[in-house]
């Protein structure tokens, strides 16, 4: 029996992969803010993905981040290292996409894709199980 959010975590993995892929891009030319931006939503397309295995949706990132903390970080099925990822993440995004004067500097979004990329590996690897 196929599981009822089998086709929506799929797309969700496919758009976290795009998403660095595109981060990627992004940082090659130079658009650090919007290679941050990418890497944090390659992360939140994972973690909807790996909450919907649960058959848990949220219309919210917060209701994403939290619930990935109290089942996933909390319980150790993933390390406490990636908890601090998606939140680094999410508060590099709003740099990102708000940060008004601020910039992303660019080491720091290549920081950003190895961080998304290693949650991505952490994410596919529970679904696996």
Request: zero cysteines; aromatic letters at 10%; proline letters at 2%.
């Amino acid at each position: 029996m196929t599981h009822p959010y089998e086709k929506e975590i799929q797309v969700n993995l496919r758009r976290a992969e795009e998403s660095i892929e595109a981060a990627k891009l992004l940082l090659d030319s130079n658009f650090s803010d919007f290679a941050a931006s990418r890497a944090y939503y390659a992360v939140f397309y994972a973690a909807t993905a790996l909450l919907l295995n649960d058959e848990q949706e949220f219309s919210k990132h917060s209701g994403v981040i939290a619930a990935i903390h109290r089942q996933f970080i909390r319980t150790e099925k993933l390390p406490k290292e990636l908890g601090r990822t998606l939140n680094w993440l999410f508060e590099l995004r709003s740099i990102g996409d708000y940060g008004e004067t601020r910039r992303v500097p660019s080491e720091e979004a290549a920081t950003a894709i190895q961080s998304a990329s290693r949650f991505l590996e952490a994410v596919k690897a529970l679904l696996e199980q």
